[in-house]
Every structure is written in structure tokens, then in C-alpha cells.
């Protein structure tokens, strides 16, 4: 075909003209037009191997063209490929059936299972849920750094300022309460850092509490002191919040791993005052962190879970949420509560159910731990070897690399940068042979490398990993 004639230049060039820049996001300098993808490998023009550490934001946890799963999205396409999602078809049952009786399992609870196309909608899905449960209250309390979607509803309680700046308030802002960062505590109980670099936040906490004895959890429970904090009425402890949004694991703000013990007391004390759990997995669910749900790690019975992205293995834009009996069932939320012309569509189902089944055949809950244990061992040798690498951590395959200055702890999102410019160029050598890599910066400086390698990634891809990210550190302090 007369397009496949164009040079990357032209295509560039075509970008630069008629497509809007609000839908990308436009770090690269030089940026390369990717043409075919295999397990945990992308490819530009010239056949140019590029390893992908973030496997689009975790939504291909189970590796790019995975044949099985593939297979099932093939077979809905040549069968039922389309169908009005008012109207029911055999995988949407499936699935949801699925996914609500592995949720029961984990939490206890039953709950219902409603679909829609994209992690955003989700959240803007679960905020009808909460505002209708809770009598139209339309405050909620949110993490700094946390990060739960663009829409305009999902951008009151993502964190950053910048996401609403142009658009103004949709609703209400949440009360944002500091995230437990152990690094890079809020209330400046982070002096120990040196002494506690090369451990994860879990060995550092130990049961939990560590010196602080969770201040930040402290210092949010005094809102519900007296009245004049804003939060309660203190007469008959009704408050005018109706929801805490939580990331288990922090994603966009940087991967960050709290320490044990804080989110089960935090859901103790909502509890005591009617304040619903959302639990947003979007990121974490489907077993990144070697659980189905991250909130699973830490002694947590959510009243909504939220999930998108690794739930089709990102063949198909599918989302969903699971709610409690009690908050979802036909009475409580009836039909057309919400509504997408998309949602629970049957290429989308078809392969969230195979997904689903594919994670049945595998034991994903040693596997990912396994990996995880290796490849975070790995990268503390390297950060043996450069003070650069200020904070790793990691939790099954979710793993962050904070860099800093040679003190260990200021952060460096300049040599963050680099690093990541320097990867997708395409030419970091390792036996001969040409590599890219690519990275992901989050976290609240920019500074901080999170790395979400495919689920199914080999012991000597992630040797090959660490071999050419060495490189490019070295490359990028020169």
C-alpha cells in the first residue's frame, strides 16, 4: 500500500501537522514509529529489537501477541464480534461471573461486577456508585500522588494540579492525605533513609509501625477529633465524605510500596465512620504484584475495586468495577445507572475471559514473586555499585528505581531523563547487537523508573535488562 512507502521522517512530519497533541504525551526528542511486537519486544524500522520495561503501563502483562490469548479474541472476531451492550452474549456473562467469584474468594464478600471501556470510566463508574450509596455526598478523600484518571470527574481526585488547571472543577476536589512514602515521608520522618538504603519498605517497617508509629495515619484520624476540622459532625459522627480512593501501590505517583499495617488500620478507622473503600487496581490488578489484587498483600476487604488495562492483556479497551452486594445489586443500582455504547463488548469479554483462563493455567502467584525476588536482587547490586540509585523497591513485578544525586536521596529527574532519551534511541550495544529500551518516569519528582516487565519476561531477558541499564547509567554520568 502507497502508506507503507512513507519514511518515519514523513509520518513525523504528517504527526506534527493533524494530529492533536493532547492525546500523547511528547517526551522524546527523536522519537521512533514502532511496527510489530513480540512477548516482551517492540520493533521500529530496521528491525530494531527495543526491550519494553512497561508493556504499556501494565496493560500487556502477559506479553505482546500472546497466542492464547489471542486465539480467544480471533475466535469472538469470527462469531460475535459486535453486539449492542444493552443486549447479553455468552462472555460478558462469563467473565463477570469470573471475576466476582475470584474477588468473593479474596475478599469474603459478594459483590456484582459492571463493565465499561476505559480505567477512567471505571472511576467515574464506582463515583456514581458512592454518591448514590451515600445520598448524593459528593466530597471524597484522596493520596497525594495518587493517580486515578483525566476525565474531569477522575481528575478531582487525581492528585496533580496540572490535569485540571485548564478545565477548571468538575464537582469537588478531594481532600488530598499524604501517601505512607517512607523515602520521602511528608512529615519529615525520613532521616534514616542512608541507613535503611538497599532494604524494602516492608524489612524496614517490620510489623508495621518502624519509629513513626504511621504519624501520617495519625495525623489523619485527627480530622475526626471535632467538628471544626471540617470533616464531622460530632453528634452523631455523620461526616460529609463519602469515599476513600486508594492505590494500593502507588503507580503514576511512583511506584511506591507501603509499609505493612498502614492500610488495614486506615480501613479500620473508615469504617468506624461509614467511609467507603475504593480500591483502584488499575494498574496493580492482575497480578503485577503476584496477587489478582494488590490489595490483597495488605489485610484489606475493599467495598469497590476498580480494574482496566492487563484485564484483555490490551487487545481490546475494556474496564469494569466490582462493588459489594449491598451497593450494586439492581435495587440499589439500577439499569441505567451508566451507560457506554461500548462496554462489555464481546471482543473485549472474550478476551478477559481468556485472560482469566490463561492466569488459571499458570501459577502466576510464584512466578511473579520469584521474578520479582530476582530482579529487585539484581538491581540492588546495581545500586551498590552507583549512588545514583537512590531508592528500590519493589513488590512481585512492580519494581522502582528512584535516581538521585551521589548523596543518595536529592532527587535527579535531569539524569532520569537522559537515561530514558538515551534507551529509546536504539543503539545501546550488547554483544554486537543494537538494543532499545524502553522506560517509564513517574513519581512526584520525575526521577523515578518504574518497571513493570512483562509477567512472562525470561531470567536472561531481565539479565539482558540490567546489563543494558548499567550501560545506560554509565553512559549518561559520563
Known amino acids: 500500500m502507497e502508506h507503507d512507502a512513507l519514511t518515519d521522517e514523513e509520518l513525523l512530519a504528517l504527526e506534527s501537522q493533524y494530529c492533536s497533541y493532547g492525546d500523547t504525551v511528547h517526551?522524546?526528542?527523536?522519537?521512533?514509529?514502532?511496527?510489530h511486537a513480540e512477548g516482551v519486544w517492540l520493533y521500529g524500522r530496521g528491525d530494531i529489537p527495543y526491550l519494553d520495561f512497561q508493556m504499556w503501563y501494565s496493560a500487556v502483562n502477559f506479553g505482546y501477541r500472546n497466542p492464547e490469548i489471542e486465539a480467544a479474541h480471533q475466535h469472538q472476531m469470527e462469531t460475535l464480534p459486535q453486539v449492542a451492550s444493552q443486549y447479553l452474549h455468552r462472555t460478558k456473562i462469563l467473565l463477570a461471573t469470573a471475576l466476582a467469584r475470584e474477588t468473593e474468594q479474596r475478599f469474603g464478600q459478594r459483590g456484582r461486577v459492571h463493565f465499561n471501556v476505559g480505567g477512567a470510566q471505571a472511576i467515574e463508574d464506582s463515583l456514581k456508585v458512592v454518591r448514590s450509596q451515600r445520598g448524593g455526598k459528593s466530597l471524597m478523600f484522596a493520596f497525594m500522588g495518587g493517580y486515578h484518571?483525566?476525565?474531569?470527574?477522575?481528575?478531582?481526585?487525581?492528585?496533580?494540579?496540572?490535569?485540571?488547571?485548564r478545565f477548571g472543577h468538575f464537582a469537588n476536589r478531594a481532600q488530598f492525605v499524604p501517601y505512607p512514602y517512607c523515602y520521602r515521608c511528608f512529615y519529615g520522618h525520613s532521616s534514616a533513609h542512608a541507613a535503611t538504603k538497599g532494604r524494602s519498605r516492608r524489612e524496614e517497617i517490620g510489623t508495621g509501625e518502624g519509629s513513626c508509629g504511621f504519624e501520617c495515619l495519625r495525623q489523619f484520624a485527627q480530622l475526626f477529633e471535632t467538628e471544626y476540622y471540617g470533616v464531622i459532625d460530632r453528634k452523631d459522627n455523620a461526616t460529609e465524605y463519602a469515599a476513600f480512593y486508594m492505590e494500593p501501590v502507588q503507580a503514576t505517583g511512583g511506584y511506591i510500596i507501603p509499609p505493612i499495617g498502614y492500610f488495614s488500620k486506615l480501613a479500620?478507622?473508615?469504617r468506624q465512620y461509614n467511609i467507603l473503600l475504593v480500591d483502584d487496581e488499575i494498574q496493580m490488578g492482575f497480578y503485577r504484584t503476584g496477587r489478582l489484587w494488590a490489595a490483597e498483600h495488605f489485610g484489606i476487604s475493599p467495598d469497590i475495586v476498580t480494574f482496566a488495562k492487563s484485564l484483555t492483556n490490551g487487545?481490546?479497551?475494556?474496564?469494569?468495577?466490582?462493588?459489594?452486594?449491598?451497593?450494586?445489586n439492581p435495587t440499589a443500582f439500577p439499569p441505567g445507572s451508566t451507560h457506554s455504547t461500548f462496554s462489555s463488548n464481546p471482543l473485549g469479554t472474550a478476551a478477559g475471559l481468556a485472560t482469566l483462563e490463561y492466569i488459571r493455567r499458570h501459577d502466576?502467584?510464584?512466578?511473579v514473586v520469584e521474578k520479582g525476588a530476582y530482579l529487585l536482587g539484581r538491581l540492588r547490586e546495581l545500586q551498590n555499585r552507583y549512588p545514583v540509585l537512590g531508592d528500590v523497591d519493589g513488590l512481585g513485578l512492580a519494581l522502582r528505581v528512584e535516581m538521585t544525586k551521589p548523596d543518595g536521596f536529592t532527587p535527579d529527574r535531569a539524569l532520569a531523563d537522559r537515561i530514558f532519551q538515551a534507551g529509546m534511541q536504539g543503539d545501546t550495544q550488547v554483544g554486537g547487537k543494537c538494543y532499545g529500551l524502553v522506560l517509564d518516569i513517574g513519581g512526584y519528582y520525575k526521577n523515578t523508573f518504574t518497571l513493570a516487565p512483562a509477567l512472562t519476561i525470561s531470567y536472561e531477558e531481565m539479565d539482558l535488562f540490567v546489563e543494558l541499564f548499567e550501560i545506560l547509567i554509565r553512559r549518561c554520568l559520563e
Open 27 to 35: 517526551y522524546l526528542n527523536d522519537p521512533p514509529i514502532f511496527t
Open 149 to 165: 484518571g483525566r476525565t474531569l470527574a477522575a481528575s478531582e481526585i487525581t492528585s496533580s494540579f496540572r490535569y485540571r488547571r
Open 268 to 270: 479500620d478507622l473508615l
Open 315 to 328: 487487545l481490546n479497551p475494556l474496564s469494569g468495577l466490582w462493588a459489594r452486594e449491598e451497593l450494586i
Open 364 to 367: 502466576f502467584s510464584t512466578i
